[in-house]
């Protein structure tokens, strides 16, 4: 059974930096990522990685203030997010994709075949 989980939220100020952890990525996938969701709005990627190669893709959002990785002997991901804005404020999805084919979509949340529980991420001054 699939039970990804996520770590490292919390509340910060504008300006701070904040890691988040994924961890219990043992199992076969094509890609793992983040996405992130506000009450009443949609889940929005924020960034993803392929697990073999290490390509990564952003949110435009979060280009240059976040970088997303991966450790394949811990069985990890990690989000470095710096420089956060008040908008970064959200819950955050740790997921993963399981074929090449399904990546192709990985910037829509209904492609991605397991999520985590989420990890509330409050960015405020």
């Known amino acids: 059974q699939v039970q990804l989980m996520e770590s490292g939220g919390g509340r910060v100020q504008p300006g701070d930096s904040l890691r988040l952890r994924c961890e219990n990525i043992?199992?076969?996938?094509?890609?793992t990522g983040w996405f992130r969701q506000v009450p009443g709005k949609a889940r929005e990627f924020v960034a993803s990685i392929t697990w073999r190669n290490g390509v990564k893709d952003y949110a435009d959002s979060v280009k240059g203030r976040f970088t997303i990785a991966r450790d394949g002997p811990s069985n990890t991901m990690t989000l470095q997010m710096n420089d956060v804005k008040p908008e970064d404020t959200g819950t955050y999805y740790c997921g993963a994709i399981t074929t090449r084919d399904r990546y192709f979509g990985r910037q829509t949340a209904s492609n991605w075949d397991y999520w985590g529980q989420g990890i509330q991420v409050i960015v405020s001054s």
């Open positions: 043992n199992f076969a996938l094509y890609g």
